[in-house]
């Protein structure tokens, strides 16, 4: 099922219009376009099936990055569509191996930052999910890929020791300050609900 207008979901944080093109493909995935329209920049996050929604809406915009949250199928699955749109490099953490190589512009590191006008794009390395797994942060809004899904963890891929998960989950739990934009709809995750999660993920 492809995104309609009514389905859209639009928010403004500053000079950024944040919009949100959910049930994609049929995996049921999510978009984001990041829009600074006073700069005439934006930022593409993911691009799964059906991203054509998400292609029409650009409009005058220059898309100065395509940001992948990590590298299951699903969440690329529109590359060549999107690619050839835009023209934009493609960015993704380099512990990522199940996208070819050669379909990654530039690799991403943790704290890497992009820019569309004068808003910043941090990165945010979280392993777990997969071994690249990505989430990106502006200003107080938090895009979690499939870190999270709706009120659990994400499953994780490959399931690593429990020392090791307690590990991550502390260190998820003091990062993660207010989260919004899981990967399917819900209402926002904020700093009192990390802790449930986290101690969901080490039972």
Request: positive net charge.
């Amino acid at each position: 099922m492809s995104a309609n207008k009514e389905e859209m979901q639009t928010h403004e944080n500053g000079p950024l219009t944040i919009t949100k093109f959910p049930h994609l493909g049929p995996f049921d995935n999510n978009a984001y376009l990041i829009a600074h329209r006073e700069a005439g920049e934006a930022i593409i996050l993911d691009m799964p099936a059906g991203s054509r929604e998400l292609i029409d809406a650009i409009g005058d915009l220059k898309v100065t990055a395509v940001l992948l949250t990590h590298t299951h199928p699903d969440h690329w699955a529109d590359y060549d569509l999107v690619k050839s749109a835009t023209g934009a490099p493609v960015f993704c953490h380099p512990a990522e191996v199940i996208m070819p190589a050669a379909k990654i512009d530039r690799p991403l590191a943790d704290g890497d930052e992009m820019a569309a006008g004068s808003a910043i794009v941090r990165a945010l390395h979280t392993p777990g999910h997969t071994p690249g797994s990505t989430c990106y942060i502006v200003g107080e809004i938090l895009f979690s890929g499939d870190v999270l899904f709706p009120g659990v963890p994400g499953r994780r891929d490959p399931r690593p020791p429990r020392p090791r998960r307690r590990h991550h989950d502390r260190r998820f739990q003091a990062r993660v300050r207010r989260l919004r934009f899981p990967r399917s709809p819900s209402r926002p995750l904020r700093r009192r609900n990390v802790g449930r999660l986290t101690r969901t993920r080490t039972s």
